[in-house]
């Protein structure tokens, strides 16, 4: 998981950015986070653009992790640049490197063919604490308590159900 004994915040996000709502919830869980922080993104275009922008009115330590393919890629300064790496591979790069994933998609509901959404499943896979904040808004907070098995939810008003892989409703 992540690094030494700062607090490091992950993100990921579309090219088509974050709505007016995503941009709102995002700047206030940034401004909740204790002093030093690291951010890392991905420096693509859109949501990416965006988060960094928010970030840097907290003054995190920025971490950027450029993709191989440079046909969307920001150029983001940060203040750490990481290898360049393929989209898959540098989205687990900065899952590893995280302490909490910050999710931003461009749909409520949850997609195969999305780099963002696979971003998402892997931290879920690593038990990552991650906050998934959806077009409008509304959030969904998964977490671990002490067992790194069972995952806590503390709002489930993200997609009206606890959770957003339950295809029973």
């Excluded at 002093?35 to 950027?64: K, M, Q, R, S």
Aim: charged share 20%; proline share 7%.
């Amino acid at each position: 998981m992540a690094y030494g004994d700062q607090f490091h915040v992950g993100f990921t996000g579309t090219r088509q950015g974050m709505s007016e709502q995503q941009r709102a919830r995002v700047d206030l869980f940034f401004s909740r986070i204790p002093t030093p922080w690291f951010f890392h993104h991905g420096d693509c275009i859109g949501a990416d653009v965006h988060a960094h922008n928010l970030a840097l009115e907290y003054g995190p330590h920025i971490h950027i992790h450029p993709p191989e393919d440079d046909r969307y890629r920001a150029h983001c300064i940060g203040d750490t640049k990481w290898r360049v790496a393929p989209y898959l591979e540098r989205n687990r790069q900065i899952v590893v490197a995280s302490h909490w994933m910050v999710v931003t998609p461009a749909q409520r509901k949850e997609q195969l063919r999305s780099g963002t959404w696979a971003t998402y499943r892997y931290a879920r896979q690593s038990h990552l604490p991650t906050v998934l904040i959806a077009p409008d808004g509304c959030e969904l907070w998964l977490g671990c308590d002490n067992n790194p098995l069972t995952p806590t939810l503390q709002d489930r008003t993200f997609f009206g159900r606890a959770d957003p892989h339950n295809q029973e409703e």
